[in-house]
């Protein structure tokens, strides 16, 4: 089962595919680092110059940004109180106060070591569970595929928190988007009104660039930033061999919220921002002195950007194996493969073992390269990038994303497209509708279509072939318990509270 993992292992060590993990790493961390942008935007603004990249070259890239990103979010965190990106929050409790003491490079040191071996546990978990995990879907026929993707689906909207009502707004819109275009089996015009461009349905990348990228860049634009007083002599650094050994008490917070990281991230929906408090709360909770804590405790630190670095890679063994994103990232990067014509499931690890085992491994790599990376620019160089004029670094990020979309079929529509996507994402954004289901409503919405009609077919018309198997009826009861859970735990808190008063 792990000999395709080792026959991958060559491959990654290719020059453009090891350089390619490492202008990602130094690009994410670039993205982290900028209070606004993400790695989710980082890597829809990706997608698009892609197409003419080997797989592994634009996959490690991706995992590089990934990694990069998620440690990068620590830099205004700790220098300004800004998380760069919603996962470092929690970081900004401790780290903020540390740079206030002058140990500003210190919490950055920490932050790197932290999130690199966050990241090292999340890509073994990667290594370790997708493979055996994607065995056993590989004996799915299409009614249980399809049951899936309503999981999926089902997953992402009632326990991504918040509003279920928006969470299911968001995913038909997205299911909507992807029955756009031709019939694939009968080649009638589904709601393209009369676009001759639609036919072929709405490219993937378009939406993604047009969510994902576009809001946060106006917001960029939208909001000042100041950043007067960030230089070396707030970091007060010193070389990272020799602030290890000040790191070594810190190794059961690591393996905690390592564990936690990696738990959350293959929740569907939950996301790093979770791991990094829950894994705070719980560092806090088993320390001696939680007294201080939040005053400039390097602990809290580490747990915050372990457990926020170690949900990377583990959110993507849904996503690979099931076609089911465990982050908005996920759900970004799920785009990224289909870009390049590799379908998520179970599949892909039959087809393409080369492929997705190179891309665990540049994951690995990119977690490892963090420390090598991150930790000697970080403390020289990465607190000057907020220096950076907001207006020049939103233009910059706008004429990429039109260069990109354009270059794709290399038509003014697909601008215009992406530009409606973008207000639509703008508009959801203030109105505090969650995006990732819109994205997995376009992935899985044609492929619960595909699988539907194909297990309809098979059982000639009879509805009844969607449970026939004890499978099907499994994956029926785990919707169910998605769907119903959240409703009862919300009766029995309301309940409780009745009960209390």
């Not at 065995?135 to 991504?160: H, N, Q, R």
């Not at 002599?233 to 070594?248: F, H, R, V, Y």
């Not at 009826?473 to 785990?478: N, Y």
Request: with cysteine; proline share 6%; net charge neutral.
């Amino acid at each position: 089962m792990y000999s395709d993992l080792l026959h991958a292992l060559p491959e990654v060590f290719g020059l453009t595919n090891f350089f390619a993990v490492i202008i990602g790493v130094i690009a994410g961390i670039v993205v982290g680092a900028m209070p606004g942008l993400s790695a989710t935007m980082a890597i829809s603004v990706l997608v698009p110059f892609t197409f003419g990249l080997e797989p592994l070259v634009a996959l490690g890239l991706m995992a590089g940004i990934y990694n990069g990103a998620m440690y990068g979010g620590a830099i205004p965190a700790v220098l300004l109180r800004i998380p760069g990106t919603p996962a470092a929050v929690a970081t900004t409790f401790d780290g903020y106060p540390m740079a206030q003491k002058g140990q500003g490079g210190f919490a950055l040191q920490v932050a790197v070591v932290s999130s690199s071996i966050g990241g090292i546990a999340s890509a073994f978990a990667l290594m370790l569970l997708a493979p055996p995990l994607s065995k056993v879907t590989l004996l799915f026929g299409p009614s249980e595929v399809f049951w899936v993707a309503v999981f999926g689906l089902a997953s992402i909207i009632f326990l991504l928190g918040g509003n279920p009502i928006k969470g299911l707004i968001s995913a038909c819109f997205g299911v909507f988007v992807s029955v756009i275009g031709s019939d694939p089996i009968y080649g009638n015009d589904r709601f393209t009104f009369g676009q001759l461009e639609l036919l072929d349905g709405i490219n993937m990348v378009i939406l993604l660039v047009g969510l994902y990228a576009l809001p946060p860049v106006i917001d960029l634009l939208e909001t000042p930033l100041k950043t007067d007083n960030v230089g070396e002599s707030q970091l007060g650094t010193e070389p990272i061999w020799k602030a290890l050994p000040k790191m070594k008490h810190f190794w059961k917070t690591w393996l905690r919220s390592s564990f936690i990281g990696i738990w959350i991230g293959i929740l569907p929906g939950a996301g790093g921002s979770m791991a990094a408090f829950m894994s705070y709360n719980e560092a806090r909770r088993a320390s001696k002195n939680p007294d201080a804590w939040g005053e400039g405790e390097p602990e809290g630190v580490a747990a915050a950007e372990t457990a926020n670095n170690a949900d990377t890679a583990s959110a993507l063994i849904p996503a690979l194996t099931l076609g089911i994103p465990g982050t908005a990232v996920a759900a970004v990067m799920l785009g990224g493969l289909l870009v390049h014509g590799l379908q998520p499931g179970p599949m892909l690890f039959r087809d393409n073992p080369d492929v997705v085992f190179g891309f665990m491994w540049q994951f690995l790599f990119g977690a490892i390269l963090l420390v090598l990376l991150g930790g000697s620019l970080a403390t020289n160089s990465f607190a000057r990038l907020l220096n950076l004029p907001r207006p020049l670094l939103g233009s910059i990020i706008i004429v990429l994303m039109l260069i990109g979309v354009y270059s794709i079929h290399g038509r003014m529509f697909d601008v215009y497209l992406m530009l409606g996507f973008g207000a639509v994402g703008w508009v959801m954004d203030k109105l505090k509708f969650p995006l990732p289901p819109v994205v997995l409503g376009l992935i899985l919405g044609g492929f619960a279509e595909e699988n539907l009609r194909l297990a309809l077919r098979i059982g000639r018309g009879d509805w009844m072939v969607l449970f026939s198997n004890v499978t099907s009826l499994v994956i029926v009861a785990l919707t169910v318990a998605v769907i119903v859970g959240p409703i009862l735990k919300k009766k029995l808190a309301k309940s409780k509270t009745r009960d209390a008063t």
